[in-house]
């Protein structure tokens, strides 16, 4: 992939966020970690409802994302709908940057382990998309954009047909 700009939407997944009771702090935090790493995203806030998360990441591709980065209703507690939302979209999982993404949290915060975010593609071709789902600390946000942000050029390339070798 090119050194172009990658289109993306950040949607932070809040009940007191949508509602506007709380500032969104992790949503503007993942845009700005992500444009490090070449990817422009919008800010979306839904609340943690399983229609809304899907239709929220639904919108996005249909306007172009190329990422979608969630942030949020990833944990246990009842309301926690983020992969149950997002796994019906995905073709494919990679459980390997989900794992790495729990991981590096847990080198500051224990808590880390609890988080049940996926990660995966749209679609296995050019058109693909990334869905990441983080977790709606800010700590959360800056681990998953540590490890996935400097992958999202490559696995783009690889869903378009690139070279495997790098």
Known sequence: MS??????????????CARGET??????????RLAD?????????VPDEDE???LAIARALDAGARVVFTTGGTGV????????????LLVTRIPGLEDAMRRAG????????LSRGLVGVTRRDARGALIVNAPGSRGGVEDAVAV???LV???????????HSR
């Open 77 to 88: 507690s009842p309301r926690d709908v983020t992969p149950e939302a997002t796994e019906p």
């Open 106 to 113: 847990q080198l500051h915060a224990p808590t880390a382990a």
């Open 148 to 150: 996935v942000g400097p």
């Open 3 to 16: 050194a172009e700009r990658v289109p993306a939407r950040v949607i932070t997944v809040s009940d007191r």
């Open 37 to 45: 790493h070449g990817v422009d995203a919008d800010l979306d806030c």
């Open 23 to 32: 500032d969104d702090l992790s949503g503007p935090l993942a845009v700005s």
């Open 52 to 54: 809304a998360i899907r």
């Open 153 to 163: 050029a490559h696995l783009l390339d690889q869903l378009a047909g690139g070279d």
